[in-house]
């Protein structure tokens, strides 16, 4: 007998299908008669409403048997198919019980494997084409060389966070409730791996559009991202619509709305900048919080000379560089700041 029950939590938790099931069953009772008979020549029927498998042994009708396991004599198959004759191949029922211990063991282990297999084949199904999308998950331990396990939500399915997609400086401890980027969906020998992310700008992304009902209506768009993770991270932005204010709209009432998306990820700070064709005008947008006094153009097309107040240059510069550094990938041009002297 199956337990119906079990195969129904099968069929429902693991998104199984019945078809496979009876295959996968199919597949483990024929090992079990191949284990206790030494051949192949089972045919296995299960009835998953009655939760009955039958097994029966494919005999061909002689005259003369010599193999007792894949023969039977033309008087002998009359018993069970009257109009039987010599060539015939007719089905003859195998009691369960006659099935070894050893071979009942290969049979769960024939079963258990495939479902397996399945599930892994499923959950790479799903993940694949969920790269790019982001999730949310328990933190669920520390795997080797520095990952962080995730249970992702509500597939009961364990993603990782490797080190380099990790935000500095943030602690994630177990049971913590967090959101992250499907990155990548990597099928291995030991099943798929789901590679999540905290650290990359399409994560921030991401985050933003929850946020930020005027991105996902097509009204504000992000135009580039530069991230120095739980440092820094600079947003620019432009608006379709010249009613609606981009930066405003991202920064949202009292900041609620960027204070939301920095809260995800460790407090790091976000520049949200405005974006602008003309990249004198970008390039300053984008020194923000700094104030500058003017942005020259290199000639070769690729840098700029940016000049501060003498009283904005470390807010210009940022600690480490890091605001300087940021602007120059947020816009894509190389900035050399300009160190006011005094007197200037």
């Known amino acids: 007998m199956i337990d119906i029950d079990v195969l129904k939590n099968i069929e429902k938790e693991e998104g199984i299908s019945k078809d496979y099931l009876m295959e996968v069953i199919n597949a483990a009772f024929r090992t079990a008669y191949k284990k206790t008979f030494d051949e192949s020549n089972s045919v296995v029927k299960v009835n998953l409403s009655k939760g009955e498998v039958r097994l029966y042994a494919e005999k061909t009708v002689v005259e003369h048997v010599n193999n007792p396991l894949l023969e039977i004599s033309l008087k002998e198959s009359l018993k069970f198919e009257s109009d039987a004759k010599i060539g015939d191949q007719i089905l003859i029922e195998i009691p369960l019980k006659l099935l070894s211990a050893s071979a009942i063991t290969s049979a769960k282990q024939v079963f258990q494997q495939k479902i397996m297999e399945k599930k892994r084949d499923i959950t790479y199904s799903i993940f694949s084409g969920k790269v790019g999308e982001t999730i949310t998950g328990r933190v669920t331990r520390m795997k080797g060389k520095g990952n962080i396990g995730v249970n992702i939500e509500p597939y009961n399915i364990e993603g990782f966070i490797p080190p380099e997609e990790q935000i500095s400086n943030e602690r994630l401890f177990r049971d913590r409730l ?3 980027y499907i990155k990548e969906t990597v099928m291995t020998d030991g099943g798929p791996l789901i590679v999540l992310s905290r650290a990359c700008p399409e994560f921030l992304a991401k985050l933003l559009e929850m946020e930020v009902p005027e991105i996902t209506q097509k009204i504000v768009e992000i135009k580039s991202i530069a991230r120095e993770p739980g440092v820094r991270a600079k947003i620019s932005v432009a608006s379709k619509d010249i009613n609606v204010d981009p930066v405003g709209a991202c920064i949202g009432q009292r900041g609620v709305r960027i ?3 920095s809260k995800e990820i460790n407090y790091e700070r976000i520049d949200v900048i405005r974006y602008n064709a003309n990249p004198e005008i970008y390039i300053e947008n984008a020194m923000s919080p700094a104030k500058v006094e003017r ?7 690729k840098g700029a ?21 940021l602007a120059s990938k947020l ?3 190389f900035i050399h700041l300009v160190e006011p002297k005094e007197g200037d």
């Open 305 to 325: 000379n940016v000049y501060p107040k003498i009283e904005e240059y470390a807010t210009a510069l940022g600690a480490n560089g890091v605001n300087v550094s």
């Open 331 to 333: 816009t894509g041009y």
């Open 178 to 180: 967090i959101k992250a």
């Open 259 to 261: 204070n939301n998306v």
């Open 295 to 301: 942005v020259e153009m290199l000639p070769d097309g």
